[in-house]
Nanobody, 123 residues
């Protein structure tokens, strides 16, 4: 199984980025998929989750600004990030939970991780 995250970069506050997570060796809609982020000096936190059923969860700080989606034909997950803020600066990771646990906020739930992509939002 491989998860390949991409799309990070440097953007000014208020700007947008779209992250991608291309999956191989697993089928996205058979797994819970998540986006996590980790800022310098902080713990890794969940940003958004797309459950195998298609339902979604968002961290309160990104609700209304970030949208997680998936393209089953491409077996790729996306995170559209709008109205970016400096506090969104972090390394973003995609992750997959093959057991489809209800514990979607716990990073230990996830079996596979992408390599991370850096998002830097300047003020």
């Amino acid at each position: 199984v491989q998860l390949q995250a991409s799309g990070g970069g440097v953007v000014q506050a208020g700007g947008s980025l779209r992250l991608s997570c291309a999956a191989s060796g697993l089928i996205l809609n058979k797994n819970n998929m998540a986006w996590f982020r980790q800022a310098p000096g902080k713990e890794r936190e969940v940003v958004a989750v797309i459950r195998w059923s298609g339902s979604t969860y968002y961290q309160d700080s990104v609700k209304g600004r970030f949208t997680a989606s998936r393209d089953t034909a491409k077996n790729t997950m996306y995170l559209q990030m709008n109205s970016l803020k400096p506090e969104d600066t972090a390394v973003y990771y995609c992750a997959a939970d093959r057991d489809r646990s209800v514990s979607i906020l716990n990073s230990n739930t996830y079996d596979y991780w992408g390599q991370g992509t850096l998002v830097t939002v300047s003020s």
